[in-house]
């Protein structure tokens, strides 16, 4: 098979590049450029797409002896995830840019573009299983991506090769140590890619500007402060409202207006929720019959909830939550999964959160 290998760089990318040549595929590597200024993208552990990242990944593919290509996809990067982060979060969401990079750039210019090329696949270093044509939650469940990957669909999944699905991170360096590669103790890339500092408020005010707003309390409506940008507040964060109401327990955002730029917050026992509304699903296969049993993951690191699944009018579903929770935001994704813990629990497909609440 004739295949792609996405190298960022990083170890696990080296390693499924590898695996692909032992395998007996014919592989080609190519580095995603991602930033128009690319010397600006990594500090240690954070951002990625750096010179460093492209001279590291270029150097595994002369180690395993594969031709090696980059890849200039900054612009579309900035139209398809940056601009749309930033769109989302002034439109009062939170989005997940990792999942809109799989969808828009991974698993859709660079398929796309492979195929063109005559490639029959493109293999990732993601963590997840891929068996049958079906996605599946890697061995290593505190690596496992899946999450971001549910956006993909069928066509995709069927382009796509994960080598390093069945194995765990400690596995993958070990192999990346045994082969020599310098990258075996390179750090993860972790936070977003295009905002290295970590900083997502002062990255957001500087695109959108400062848009001050109030701090309402939802239990009894008064103006409790006043803040420079709703689009620095997610729903459910804690830390960071800049506010002390006059009981001294801890508040909660509770929801985000943008036309008002109003802000709500509140205490715990208000910021509870046991139903998800959403946009229309994208599944990963045949799309499922309704109503269903299942589990959702409501965030990329967070804990799969039992719920049950059934049809909205509007096209979207409604997840009705065994156990009550908080934080979940309009924006993130709701990722739908069977239970199989013998081969990876299997991933049906994802949809938009539209709203979270009470019903």
Known sequence: MRVLA??????????????????????TGVHLALSPDRQTLRSGARGCCSVEDAHDARRVADELGIPFYVWDLAERFTADVVEDFVAEYAAGRTP????????????????????????????????????????????????DQSYVLAVLTAEQLAGAVFPLGSMTKDRVRALAAERGFAVA??????DICFIPDGDTRGFLARRLGEQPGPLVDAATGATVGEHSGAYGFTVGQRRGLGVSVGDQRPRYVLGIEPVSRTVTIGTADLAGITEVRTGRPTWTGPAPRLPLRAEVQLRAHGTP?????????DGGLVVALDDEQRGVAPGQSAVLYLPDPGRGDLVLGQAPVVSAGRP
């Open 6 to 27: 996405a190298m960022s760089g990083g170890v696990d990318s080296a390693v499924a590049a590898a695996l692909a040549v032992d395998a007996g595929h014919d592989v």
């Open 185 to 190: 103790t390179k750090a993860d890339s972790h």
């Open 305 to 313: 909830v039992p719920c049950d699944v059934t049809a909205a009018g």
């Open 96 to 143: 997940n840019p990792c999942l809109r990079c799989n969808e828009k750039i991974k698993f859709s210019a660079v398929l796309d573009r492979a195929r063109a090329l005559g490639f029959d696949a493109v293999v990732t270093g993601h963590h997840a299983r891929l068996s049958g044509g079906e996605l599946r939650r890697s061995a290593d469940a505190a690596k």
